[in-house]
C-alpha cells in the first residue's frame, strides 16, 4: 500500500511538470545559468514525456493497491485430477516431501558428473589398457576429498573411484567406474 501511495505522489509530481514545463526545466538546467530559457521542443517533449510518466505510475500504483499483499502466503491447496471421468471419483493430488535417499543420490549424481570429465580427461593409457599415470590421477582423486582403486584385469585396468556424501541417515556414494575404453558413473548406496 506504501508503494501505491508512493507511486501516486510520482504520478502528482509528473502531471504538474506536465502542466508547468518551465519549473522542470528551471529544476534541471536553468538554475546553472542565468535568464535561461526552455526552448519549444523542450517545453513540449517535457509536457508529453511527464504525461506519459504520470498516466504509467497511476496504472502501477492501481495494480500495487488492488492486489494482493506480498507478505501473506496462500495456504496449500488440494488439486483434482482433470482427467477423471464424470462416472468415477476425482483424484486428489497433494505433494509430498522430498525424499533424503532420492535427494542424496541426486547431489551423488552431480559430484560424480563433476568429477568424470576431470578423470577422463587427465587419464593416460597404454596399449594394453593400462592407466600409465596412476599418481597424477591418484592427486586429482584425493584433492576430490575422493579415493581410487584400480584392479588389474587381463583386458587392462578397471579404476573404481569413490566419494562419501553424508546425509541425514546413510551415506550415498558417487562412483566413477573407469577404463581405457568406458567411464561411468552412478550414484551407489554405501555403507
Same mark, same amino acid.
Given at each position: 500500500?506504501?508503494?501505491?501511495?508512493?507511486?501516486?505522489?510520482?504520478?502528482? *509530481?509528473?502531471?504538474?511538470?506536465? $502542466?508547468?514545463?518551465?519549473?522542470?526545466?528551471?529544476?534541471?538546467? @536553468? *538554475?546553472?545559468? &542565468? %535568464?535561461?530559457?526552455?526552448? %519549444?521542443?523542450?517545453?513540449? !517533449?517535457?509536457?508529453?514525456? $511527464?504525461?506519459?510518466?504520470?498516466?504509467?505510475?497511476?496504472?502501477?500504483? $492501481?495494480?500495487?493497491?488492488?492486489?494482493?499483499? +506480498?507478505?501473506?502466503?496462500?495456504?496449500? /491447496?488440494?488439486?483434482?485430477?482433470? #482427467?477423471?471421468?464424470? +462416472? @468415477?471419483?476425482?483424484?486428489?493430488?497433494?505433494?509430498?516431501?522430498?525424499?533424503?535417499? =532420492?535427494?542424496?543420490?541426486?547431489?551423488?549424481?552431480?559430484?560424480?558428473?563433476?568429477?568424470?570429465?576431470?578423470?577422463?580427461?587427465?587419464?593416460?593409457?597404454?596399449?594394453? @589398457?593400462?592407466?600409465?599415470?596412476?599418481? =597424477?590421477?591418484?592427486?586429482?582423486? $584425493?584433492?576430490?576429498?575422493? /579415493?581410487?582403486?584400480?584392479? +588389474? &584385469?587381463?583386458? @587392462?585396468?578397471?579404476?573404481?573411484? &569413490?566419494?562419501?556424501?553424508?546425509?541425514? %541417515?546413510? *551415506? !550415498? &556414494?558417487?562412483?566413477?567406474?573407469?577404463? #581405457?575404453? #568406458?567411464?561411468?558413473?552412478?550414484?551407489?548406496?554405501? %555403507?
Amino acid at each position: 500500500m506504501l508503494l501505491a501511495i508512493i507511486l501516486v505522489l510520482g504520478a502528482a *509530481w509528473s502531471f504538474f511538470i506536465a $502542466a508547468r514545463p518551465e519549473v522542470g526545466f528551471f529544476l534541471e538546467e @536553468g *538554475w546553472k545559468f &542565468r %535568464d535561461a530559457e526552455p526552448s %519549444d521542443l523542450y517545453l513540449g !517533449v517535457t509536457r508529453f514525456g $511527464a504525461a506519459v510518466t504520470g498516466i504509467a505510475l497511476l496504472v502501477f500504483a $492501481a495494480i500495487f493497491a488492488f492486489s494482493e499483499p +506480498s507478505g501473506t502466503v496462500s495456504p496449500p /491447496t488440494e488439486r483434482t485430477d482433470p #482427467s477423471a471421468t464424470r +462416472s @468415477g471419483p476425482a483424484i486428489t493430488v497433494t505433494a509430498r516431501p522430498p525424499d533424503p535417499e =532420492h535427494e542424496a543420490k541426486k547431489r551423488a549424481k552431480e559430484q560424480c558428473q563433476d568429477l568424470l570429465p576431470l578423470i577422463e580427461d587427465e587419464s593416460e593409457w597404454d596399449q594394453r @589398457g593400462r592407466l600409465t599415470n596412476r599418481d =597424477h590421477i591418484s592427486s586429482l582423486v $584425493a584433492y576430490q576429498l575422493a /579415493t581410487m582403486s584400480i584392479a +588389474s &584385469r587381463p583386458d @587392462g585396468d578397471l579404476v573404481t573411484i &569413490r566419494s562419501d556424501i553424508p546425509t541425514v %541417515d546413510k *551415506w !550415498v &556414494r558417487p562412483l566413477v567406474t573407469m577404463t #581405457s575404453s #568406458s567411464a561411468t558413473c552412478i550414484a551407489d548406496k554405501g %555403507d
